[in-house]
């Protein structure tokens, strides 16, 4: 974002604006802490603000500061857009091409706000008049402490900012252990503690807080493991009569891809979760070092993220799709067996 895009931003913040903050679809820790920190900032302004999510989220996300305050479109559809129409300004958080908002696409699409997107992921389409996108960075929490930090009003972070803001850098950074946690990242959490969050109790609330079937549906994954040593890779999955069994809730099944990858010589790990009411396979791909599970994710399953954490889908059934994968491998045993 430029010095003069900057500039344009201020003066159009300069006076009271109707303004709408909008996450991607199944939002995670990220998209929630991006939209209600800024969403904190914004009402500092005496603007009129509203964070409107897709769909439901994950309980443990719950606790955050102006949850209350949080929309959801599919089931308060009426309210949501009419508030959509009327706004001023869109922002959108931690996506980058409307589909990725699902029903929301179509409303978004036609609406005559000006629209700034604030996301860290590749390939972002040309919809947003004023776009800070920048694919090194952690996370969309890290960029809009940025993008407060360029308005000049860091001043105005207070507790509430600063625990959304940690959530998102948190989360996204796998506790802040993957690469893309860089100095800068350690500064701005940093700074975000002498704000106020309270560092241990969000990752206790983020982590540490588990139902019995939670664990026992973790236990189910592990249990589904399988690895293919050729090509150094590891994958799990969940059928529906599984999720159904251990009594899944959304947000249950976070994280479960990362023990696959965390295996001993495994530089790519998958989870394929069965959606009956969806009539989709959802696939998390994670990888480490330089393999990019981006680019299969966009090649292969309709797709995509960063180059170490991708999502996709399939229309296969669970079984076909894993087949599907398991496939495709051989043409990336040489890169897999070069990291």
């Known amino acids: 974002m430029n010095k003069q895009d900057i500039i344009s931003i201020k003066q159009l913040l300069s006076t009271k604006k109707k303004i709408i903050i909008v996450p991607h679809k199944n939002p995670d820790g990220d998209a929630i802490g991006s939209t209600l920190g800024l969403y904190h900032y914004l009402l500092k302004g005496n603007h009129q603000v509203h964070v409107i999510v897709p769909n439901d989220y994950p309980t443990f996300l719950k606790w955050i500061p102006g949850n209350d305050s949080i ?55 040309s919809y947003a008049t004023y776009m800070f996108s920048d694919v090194s960075m952690s996370s969309t929490c890290q960029m809009v402490y940025h993008f407060i930090d360029m308005l ?11 625990t959304c803001l940690y959530v998102g850098i948190m989360t996204d950074t796998g506790s802040f252990r993957f690469a893309s946690t860089t100095s800068k990242t350690h500064q701005i959490i940093a700074q975000l503690i002498e704000k106020g969050a ?78 009956k009411q969806e009539g989709i396979i959802k696939i998390s791909l994670r990888s480490k070092g330089n393999f990019s599970v981006n680019e299969m994710s966009r090649l292969h399953f309709n797709g995509g993220g960063h180059n170490n954490a991708a999502g996709g889908k399939s229309d296969l059934s669970l079984k076909d799709t894993v087949e599907k994968f398991i496939s495709i491998l051989p043409s990336y045993n040489k890169a897999l067996n070069n990291e």
């Open 71 to 125: 929309l959801k479109h599919d089931s308060q559809t009426e309210v949501s857009e009419q508030l959509i129409d009327d706004a001023d300004i869109i922002f959108t958080l931690d996506f980058n091409a409307f589909h990725r908002t699902g029903n929301m696409e179509s409303i978004l699409v036609k609406s005559s706000a000006i629209k700034i997107m604030i996301d860290h992921h590749q390939a972002p389409d």
């Open 152 to 162: 000049d009003d860091t001043s105005l972070i207070d507790a509430d900012i600063a």
């Open 198 to 275: 309270n560092n241990s109790e969000i990752h206790n609330n983020v982590y540490d807080t588990n139902s019995y079937e939670r664990l026992q549906l973790l236990g189910c994954a592990l249990t589904n493991l399988r690895v293919i040593p050729e090509s150094r890779t590891a994958y799990i999955t969940y059928s529906q009569e599984e999720l159904n069994k251990f009594n899944y809730k959304k947000g249950d099944t976070e994280g479960v891809v990362n023990y696959a990858l965390s295996l001993e010589g495994i530089v790519l790990a998958a989870i394929f979760i069965e959606d």
